[in-house]
């Protein structure tokens, strides 16, 4: 069984930075691809971007121009950094993992999902 764990969040003041990180507990495992989403109190959990495994990622409009998705294949890990917080980017991150193409954004399509980690950007 593959799991995922997410590090990195905390409290930051808007227009901080915070880089979160997800490791894979597999060396191997190589996904199509990963991703990050996030859930706000009382809102639906939402699609914050993704890596593929060609590289490409691409962003949910809210974050896009102010998050950035990497990974370091040696130490099995994807990043998230996030620039120019806002208040309303407080949630608890997700890192997702899908073994087949599809649809983005479609969360019953990621098999593997961390534990979250919670971000809160006061203003």
């Known amino acids: 069984q593959i799991q995922l764990s997410e590090s990195g969040g905390g409290l930051v003041q808007a227009g901080g930075s915070l880089r979160l990180s997800c490791a894979s507990s597999?060396?191997?495992?190589?996904?199509?691809?990963m991703a990050w989403f996030r859930q706000a109190p009382g809102k639906e959990r939402e699609f914050v971007g993704y890596i593929r495994r060609s590289d490409d990622t691409y962003y949910g409009d809210s974050v896009k121009g102010r998050f950035t998705i990497s990974r370091d294949n040696a130490e099995n890990t994807v990043f998230l950094q996030m620039n120019s917080l806002k208040p309303e980017d407080t949630a608890i991150y997700y890192c997702?993992?899908?073994?087949?193409?599809?649809?983005?954004?479609?969360?019953?399509?990621?098999?593997?999902w961390g534990q979250g980690t919670q971000v809160t950007v006061s203003s």
């Open positions: 997702a993992a899908r073994i087949y193409t599809g649809h983005y954004s479609r969360q019953s399509e990621y098999t593997y």
């Open positions: 597999r060396p191997t495992f190589s996904p199509y691809a």
